[in-house]
């Protein structure tokens, strides 16, 4: 495997061999040939945060690319906790591939579960706006995380976004990977947290400045046409996450009151 190593930071060799070691661990995980692998190392100066060490990386799977995002206390934790994100990814992908998930618990189709495995993903059916109807509801119990753990989480779930309970704000928040170039994205309920690492998410603002009614966040869903969105229930006073289906109705993630 051609482990290729960007570090943003002073590491020594037995760090950067740590890199090396841990990817090589993955191969034989792989369901295809790694054909190559990328890491990045950083590290935040500033001694008030807790995991200033960061580790970004990405394998390439015979085509098939799984990327990770994580952030440590040490340098060495960072490339410990990016191996096993990594490693999960690996597994899911060999049993997608060699099980296509029959006991897993996969979706009806046109339907996405919070916190499932990936599924195969048929292409989406365009419904018009006007026929569209919620036909799905899920509540959840959300796990308090950051948003670089919510990131890491919907990476290795596959999911295009991921709603959580943001501890650094107290509120729901919600992170995604819709953006156009590529990066990840994170919408808050309200002002964004001073110590928001931007390297790696982009913060985006809430299209709505208050809580709404989920009536109000279906109109605006349908007037912008987008996959998802992100708004705080006024009748729930909690983060909910109204999205496209494939089947092209709209289904709700909510936050459990």
């Known amino acids: 495997m051609q482990v290729s190593l960007t570090a943003r930071t002073t ?34 100066d500033n001694p008030s945060i ?29 490339i410990d906790d990016l191996g096993d994100h990594l490693e999960r990814q690996l597994r899911r992908l060999a049993e ?12 009806q189709p046109g339907e996405w579960r919070h916190g499932d495995l990936p599924t195969q993903r048929p ?16 509540t959840f119990a959300l796990e308090p ?14 999911h295009d976004f991921y709603l959580f309970h943001d501890v650094r704000t107290d509120d729901d928040a919600v992170v995604h990977r819709l953006r156009e170039d590529g990066r ?7 002002e964004s ?6 390297r790696w998410l982009v913060v985006e603002p809430n299209r709505f400045s208050e809580p709404v009614v989920l009536e109000a ?4 869903m349908t007037g912008i046409d987008h996959r998802f969105l992100y708004f705080v229930d006024a009748d729930r006073a909690r983060g909910a996450v109204i999205y496209r289906r494939y089947d092209g109705h709209y289904g709700l993630i909510e936050a459990q009151p």
Do not use: W
């Open 96 to 107: 997608r591939r060699i099980t296509r998930r029959r006991e897993t618990g996969e979706a």
């Open 145 to 158: 995380m950051t948003p670089l753990q919510a990131a890491a989480d919907m990476v290795d779930l596959d």
């Open 193 to 198: 947290a001073p110590e928001t690492d931007r």
């Open 50 to 78: 807790a995991r200033p060490c960061h580790a970004e990386g990405e394998i390439d799977v015979n085509g098939h690319r799984i990327r990770a995002h994580v952030a440590g206390a040490s340098t060495e934790m960072a």
């Open 184 to 190: 990840l994205g994170l919408i808050e309920a309200g």
């Open 11 to 44: 590491m020594s060799a037995e760090q950067r061999r740590r890199v090396t070691r841990r990817l090589e661990a993955l191969e034989p995980l792989a369901s295809s040939p790694i054909l190559a692998a990328y890491v990045r190392i950083d590290r935040d």
């Open 123 to 138: 292409e989406y059916f365009p419904r018009p706006p006007e026929q569209r109807q919620v036909v799905r509801r899920k």
């Open 217 to 220: 966040a279906i109109e605006e």
